[in-house]
């Protein structure tokens, strides 16, 4: 099976700040890679597909990248409705795995 | 729009069975692969099982393999999750989702396994 290792796994930042997320998989995965937001108490959202594909009503100040183990997901400024937990998703083979999770919060 | 319902959800035994259905409507069900995944109280996401779109494929976490069947009934345009020998670790919100790679999710259905 595929391992998603995520980092880091929590985060303090401010409004505005530029934050960045790293996952990295145990062996290549092409650009099989989706990332998802999760606000408290709601459903997961498609922010990403295939690695840099932002998902229709995403704002532009998320962006993702990288092929092969290694991808970012990138806020440019963050904005207070972007605190939350953010998950990678490797979909490259089955069995499918997420990364841990970053949890993002207000400094 | 693309709308997946989950039911199905409850408080179950250790060792009891449960099936999960997830009612899809605003696309063409049969043409798509559907997905469950689950997510455990404050815990993160879990993937659990794929069908294909005309149900000739199938695949299972390791943590279900054996005890949960994925299965789906396009002419009723709807995704099964039967869940047998459950066991406390299984107690999750489980949602459905569709391929390709989940988008969107429903709204997930609350599974308790606790004596």
Redesign the interface.
Known sequence: DIQMTQSPSAMSASVGDRVTITCRASQGISNYLAWFQQKPGKVPKRLIYASSSLQSGVPSRFSGSGSGTEFTLTISSLQPEDFATYYCLQHNSYPWTFGQGTKVEIK | QVQLVESGGGVVQPGGSLRLSCAASGFTFSSYGM?W?RQAPGK????VA?IRYDGSNK????SVKGRFTISRDNSKNTLYLQMNSLRAEDTAVY?CAKD?????????TLVTVSS
């Open positions: 997905h995944v993160g996401l879990e993937w794929f695949y299972y976490a390791d949602y390709p790679a989940l988008d969107p999710w429903g709204q997930g």
